[in-house]
């Protein structure tokens, strides 16, 4: 399968301890998207990358958070210190170059649940 | 803040075509219109998107009216595992999606 891959698929922590996911692009995506979606909510943006440099952040993205791209390949979301609200789904995305007119795929997300 | 609206729900008889409206009234003239599907579980699947033509694929078609202010989604035949919620999304200015609520689909026999 070529398409967008995250691991794990789902994480069970407990409150106050670090998490990472991982995210494996499409090949020669140059572009990589990390999303956060709670129940009932469409998905929210949270950072991208080009490359190995992060373009943006939202301000959802608090200082526990933390991505990192470091060779422009694969991606890593690192939560520290996990709050009970940080129980969701965590989506990654690429593309090729910028949306203007190509679409972003998405993977099948990490189910993290905080207890 | 999304910039779209769409209905909350629709249903739609297997078999028949699926019409899903969208309102992007404050569209700008560069912006395109994408929609994405999410079945329950998984990540959101990308179905069509266009900037003022009306575009068509092997999954749908994208009618958008002519001053771009609506468009729709037509799935023309319609089954049971086209139940999900499609978004409408205009591409931020930023080169991002903002996702809003989406309409939920149900097919039914």
């Known amino acids: 399968d070529t398409g967008v891959s995250q691991n794990p698929r789902h994480k069970i922590t407990k409150r106050g301890q670090n998490v990472t996911f991982r995210c494996d692009p499409i090949?020669?995506?140059?572009?990589l998207y990390w999303y956060r979606q709670t129940l009932g909510q469409g998905p929210e943006f949270l950072t991208y990358?080009?490359?190995?440099?992060?373009?943006?952040k939202s301000r959802l993205l608090s200082d526990r958070f933390s991505a990192e791209r470091p060779k422009g390949s694969f991606s890593t979301l690192e939560i520290q210190r996990t709050e009970q609200g940080d129980s969701a789904m965590y989506l990654c995305?690429?593309?090729?170059?910028?949306?203007?007119?190509?679409?972003?795929?998405f993977g099948q997300g990490t189910r993290l649940t905080v207890v | 803040d999304a910039k779209t609206t769409q209905p909350t729900s629709m249903d739609c008889a297997e078999g028949r075509a699926a019409n899903l409206p969208c309102n992007h009234s404050?569209?700008?003239?560069?912006?395109?219109v994408y929609w994405y599907r999410q079945i329950h579980s998984q990540g959101p699947q990308y179905i069509i998107h266009?900037?003022?033509n009306n575009e068509t694929n092997e999954m749908a078609s994208l009618i958008i009216t002519e001053d771009r202010k609506s468009s729709t989604l037509i799935l023309p035949h319609a089954t049971l595992r086209d139940t999900a919620v499609y978004y409408c999304?205009?591409?931020?200015?930023?080169?991002?999606?903002?996702f809003g609520t989406g309409t939920r689909l149900q097919v039914f026999p």
């Open positions: 990358f080009q490359n190995e440099a992060q373009l943006e």
């Open positions: 090949s020669e995506h140059n572009r």
């Open positions: 995305a690429s593309s090729v170059g910028q949306l203007m007119n190509t679409e972003a795929f």
């Open positions: 999304i205009v591409r931020d200015n930023t080169d991002k999606l903002i």
């Open positions: 266009g900037l003022k």
């Open positions: 404050t569209i700008s003239g560069n912006e395109y």
